[in-house]
């Protein structure tokens, strides 16, 4: 593993709000939707069973003006927390948001079916190695 140097974790993690927010507003959709309206009661939803607060005030849940806030490219002042941006991408169903966070640490995710391609790979990998030794073993009998 690479460790990173501090300017290269600088220049990653200096436009990653605006690219987690573009993430999100993509899967949101459009701000004046019937989808975004709905998509605050699945917040709500989601934070409610899971029992977090997706805001540092005392309400249990968030307003359509606050999601708006979390997806606005120019209001700085408001960014999702990691418990909100994880009920996001829960409530969506699109893992993109997280994604772009993850990216910006230099990982990737892998959904289970790349890691069922991953570990195919990694089987059909170690059965060329073990044939080779095969093959080398039988070359000095």
Not at 40 to 55: C, F, P, Q, Y
């Amino acid at each position: 593993m690479r460790q990173l140097s501090l300017i290269e974790d600088i220049l990653r993690l200096s436009g990653v709000m605006a690219a987690i927010r573009a993430a999100m507003r993509e899967a949101a959709g459009a701000e004046e939707s019937e989808g975004r309206k709905l998509l605050t009661d699945r917040l709500n939803e989601v934070s409610h069973r899971a029992g977090i607060k997706l805001t540092a005030g005392n309400t249990s849940g968030i307003s359509k003006a606050t999601l708006d806030k979390w997806l606005s490219p120019t209001d700085t002042s408001h960014p999702p927390s990691i418990l909100a941006l994880l009920a996001f991408c829960k409530a969506t169903g699109n893992l993109e948001p997280l994604r772009v966070a993850a990216q910006a640490l230099g990982v990737d995710l892998m959904t289970r079916e790349d890691r069922r391609l991953r570990d195919y790979a990694q089987a059909i990998l170690d059965e060329r190695a073990a044939r080779q030794r095969k093959n080398k073993l039988e070359k000095e009998l």
